[in-house]
């Protein structure tokens, strides 16, 4: 799980800021490049077995492969990604769009980074891939914002508490 946040939430978006090429001396650009491959290696090999850790490590797995295709491991890591993804969101998400761990904390945590998942097939052009999870996402949303009460809380389930779901 960390070495899929620190892709997604350290390390790339530092190498993808439009100053990055300016701010970063060339010793510790190189050395963020070549970490790519072992956190994708890592997240490939010793990923979870099941559950938004899961999704979360895939997520991370297809952003490598998505944004470095010069890596010769890219179009299987994300295959790789993809098929793992769905899988587990076939799991996770119920027919009703709620997550099975029937959890208002759970259920954003689940759906963002599914997004964040469509959101890469959207940007990359992979419209097959996207067509295949954009409805299941959309009933994933449509059940988390149905379940708010007209102020903005999610119902008190499972590991739930009191919080503005709405924002």
Do not use: C
Request: without cysteine; charged residues 25%.
């Amino acid at each position: 799980l960390e070495v899929a946040r620190r892709v997604e939430k350290a390390w790339m978006p530092v190498l993808f800021a439009p100053q990055a090429s300016t701010a970063l001396d060339d010793d510790v650009l190189a050395g963020l490049l070549a970490d790519i491959p072992e956190h994708a290696i890592a997240l490939r090999e010793f990923h979870s077995f099941s559950g938004n850790h899961l999704i979360t490590e895939m997520t991370g797995l297809a952003a490598i492969a998505i944004a470095f295709p010069e890596f010769k491991d890219s179009p299987q890591w994300l295959e790789f990604a993809l098929a793992e993804a769905r899988a587990e969101t076939a799991r996770e998400i119920y027919p009703d769009g709620a997550e099975t761990d029937l959890s208002n904390l759970y259920q954003p945590v689940v759906l963002l980074e599914l997004q964040r998942l469509v959101d890469m097939l959207a940007a990359a052009d992979r419209n097959q891939e996207l067509a295949a999870r954009r409805p299941t996402v959309e009933r994933a949303w449509n059940y988390y914002a149905n379940t708010l009460d007209p102020l903005g809380h999610g119902p008190l389930n499972n590991d739930s508490s009191v919080g503005d779901d709405a924002a």
